[in-house]
């Protein structure tokens, strides 16, 4: 089992849909997790930590599960300039280290 | 606050040749990382810097890549032969802290993109 799996997509949906990636880890001693989103060709931007408590920046609401080891974004009423990758981070190993998911590529079309 | 900067942007060689690349972190910032990325995955950790000590560098191919960060500040990242599989982005990231428990908020350059002919 790979430490951090996502589903790669694409996700496509329509201006104004809602949307939901999941992103599960591997190890149950993970205490950090992030999503950051990448546009085509550019470099990664931290979107959101993940708190056990959950934690939502206007649109985007990121929630831990931590029996099922799982953290997921949602994105309500989603824009056209919400297209791009969503990467999701967690610390495996040592405390600092992240390990990347593949990404999960979202299009968001007219 | 200016970002981390790296050069080149772009890199095209050739097999068996040499290449190197840098970055300059944010500053202040105390700790330092190289990433890896492949079309179509994550970014994929070679080596990370506290200060100017190697803290993990567990998935650095030590037989042709080489990383150093001197004085604490920049770093330089060296493949040496380059072969077709390390064709990639080589993003340098950096954060604030050390992370002693929680890993603190990582912040990217631009990236490097290499072509290995």
């Known amino acids: 089992r790979k430490e951090v799996e996502q589903d790669p997509g694409p996700f496509n949906v329509p201006e104004g849909a809602t949307v939901a990636f999941n992103c599960t880890y591997s190890?149950?001693?993970?205490?950090?997790f992030f999503w950051y989103r990448q546009d085509c060709r550019k470099e990664p931007k931290l979107l959101m930590s993940?708190?056990?408590s959950g934690n939502e920046d206007g649109r985007f609401t990121a929630q831990l599960n931590r029996a099922s080891q799982y953290i997921s974004l949602l994105i309500r009423d989603s824009k056209l300039s919400d297209s791009a990758t969503y990467l999701c981070a967690v610390n495996t190993g040592t405390a600092s280290k992240l390990t990347f998911g593949t990404g999960t590529r979202l299009q968001v079309t007219l | 606050e200016a970002g981390v900067a790296q050069s080149p942007r772009y890199k095209i060689i050739e097999k068996r040749q040499s290449v190197a690349f840098w970055c300059n972190p944010i500053?202040?910032?105390?700790?330092l990382y190289w990433y890896q990325q492949i079309l179509g995955q994550g970014p994929k950790l070679l080596i990370q810097?506290?200060?100017?000590?190697?803290?993990?560098d567990s998935q650095l191919p030590k037989d042709r890549f080489s990383a150093e960060r001197l004085k604490g500040v920049d770093s330089t990242l060296k493949i040496q032969p380059a072969k077709l599989e390390d064709s990639a982005v080589y993003l340098c990231a950096s954060s604030p802290r050390p992370g002693l428990v929680f890993v603190d908020t990582q912040y990217f350059g631009p990236g490097t993109r290499l072509t290995v002919l």
């Open positions: 810097f506290q200060n100017n000590g190697v803290v993990d």
């Open positions: 190890n149950s001693a993970s205490q950090s």
């Open positions: 500053s202040g910032h105390a700790t």
């Open positions: 993940v708190y056990s």
